[in-house]
């Protein structure tokens, strides 16, 4: 039923968000026009390098929909001919629907003019405009490129974000609209000119004002949230706070956002006008860190009461759950959390560790879990689940349910 209601308890609330995110729902992803209509659902896919398991942007739509052709993402993505998502800073880096390039115009411009961008990549706009056109050319006469085959390439300095000076420029180039992602090698950028990437309709399609670009943003933020509070709808496209304020109004004036109040909830919250309140919610799902559900942290700690936070970057002996932590969902509560890696070399997926959360029934949470696990080295190409720890209840119960 639709959710049209003054003030919604928190378990509401919860289900409206679930639903919005197209968690419990039959789909299945067997053609490129399958994916891309469940990535405008969810507006944005979230790119990100760590392969401790899985490139994160694959999770998300199998935590959905179940097995589905890993390949099939890429060709929706990278497919010349048959393109239906583009590269461009959305939420983080992100997968998008490329029907959107043209709301994000704004956010190139910007860039152009040295705003909104990363410090160390504004010197690109004015102190050094020659190498950003050596760049250009050079991809303009020898097509799509890494950022080691740009003449004015460097060194890396090292470390996480230690980029040389061509990926620096490729990255300003990026940013601005100049060129984006024409294919991945071994996951590394190639990139092109974006009028020889984009279809051509797409490429010249009218640009609308800034206003009119961040309305649909949020439209699509509020769509793909159900219910939020402000700071969840700018967080989703990584709005200027001043502007998601002003578009929060206008789109409150037209009744796409209706203005109501969650039990629990600090904050104003708004409901898309077409959101969905499920009766209940039946799913099973392992959460990638970089999921749009999870996305902004304090919006999972109101809804779900689930504290997290991602531990890359924790030193090993600081990290309360581990290293790449999966939350796991079970109906409409997040349940437990699982650490997890992909050993290739052994064809395993391993569970280094695990624990369920505070007053969940353990027991009743084993076999979904152990059943997600499966499907979850099935759907990678491993043969087996290993549970390589013994500490807790829950990876004691998983370990035994899953060598059954």
């Known amino acids: 039923m639709q959710a049209r209601r003054?003030?919604?308890?928190?378990?509401?609330?919860?289900?409206?968000?679930?639903?919005?995110?197209?968690?419990?729902?039959?789909?299945?992803?067997?053609?490129?026009?399958?994916?891309?209509?469940?990535?405008?659902?969810?507006?944005?896919?979230?790119?990100?390098?760590?392969?401790?398991?899985?490139?994160?942007h694959y999770l998300p739509l199998f935590s959905r929909t179940g097995m589905y052709a890993r390949d099939l993402l890429d060709r929706t993505a990278y497919d010349a001919r048959r393109r239906q998502l583009f590269e461009y800073w959305g939420h983080e880096a992100s997968l998008l629907p490329i029907e959107m390039y043209p709301l994000f115009r704004w956010r190139m411009e910007r860039a152009l003019r040295g705003e909104g961008t990363w410090g160390r990549l504004r010197r690109y706009a004015t102190e050094h405009q020659d190498l950003v056109q050596a760049a250009l050319k050079q991809i303009r006469e020898q097509g799509a490129l890494g950022a080691s085959e740009l003449e004015a390439a460097g060194k890396s300095s090292g470390g996480w974000w230690g980029w040389s000076q061509g990926k620096e420029i490729l990255e300003w180039l990026f940013w601005t609209g100049q060129v984006t992602t024409a294919a991945r090698r071994n996951f590394e950028r190639l990139y092109d000119l974006t009028e020889r990437v984009l279809p051509a309709a797409v490429a010249a399609a009218a640009v609308p004002p800034k206003d009119e670009a961040q309305r649909s943003l949020m439209t699509t933020a509020a769509r793909a949230l159900g219910v939020a509070t402000l700071r969840d709808l700018r967080d989703y496209f990584r709005l200027p706070t001043a502007d998601a304020g002003e578009r929060l109004l206008e789109l409150v004036e037209a009744g796409v956002l209706l203005p109501t109040q969650v039990d629990g909830w600090k904050q104003q919250a708004y409901l898309h006008h077409e959101a969905r309140l499920p009766r209940k919610i039946?799913?099973?799902?392992?959460?990638?860190?970089?999921d749009s559900l999870i996305w902004e942290r304090q919006r999972t700690e109101r809804l779900f009461d689930f504290v997290y936070r991602l531990e890359i970057y924790t030193p090993a002996h600081k990290r309360q759950h581990g290293y790449y932590v999966l939350p796991f969902l079970m109906n409409d509560r997040l349940v437990a959390r699982v650490d997890l890696k992909s050993d290739r070399a052994r064809s395993r997926l391993q569970v280094k560790g695990g624990s369920a959360e505070a007053g969940v029934n353990v027991r009743k949470i084993v076999a979904p879990l152990a059943r997600e696990l499966r499907s979850l080295a099935d759907w990678l190409d491993l043969e087996d689940v290993e549970v390589t720890s013994r500490r807790g209840e829950l990876l004691k119960l998983l370990k035994t349910g899953i060598s059954a």
């Open 282 to 290: 039946e799913a099973t799902a392992l959460l990638s860190p970089f």
């Open 6 to 56: 003054a003030t919604l308890s928190n378990a509401e609330a919860r289900r409206i968000a679930i639903a919005a995110q197209q968690f419990g729902t039959s789909a299945n992803l067997r053609t490129i026009r399958d994916v891309g209509n469940l990535a405008r659902r969810l507006g944005a896919v979230q790119i990100d390098s760590v392969n401790v398991l899985v490139r994160s």
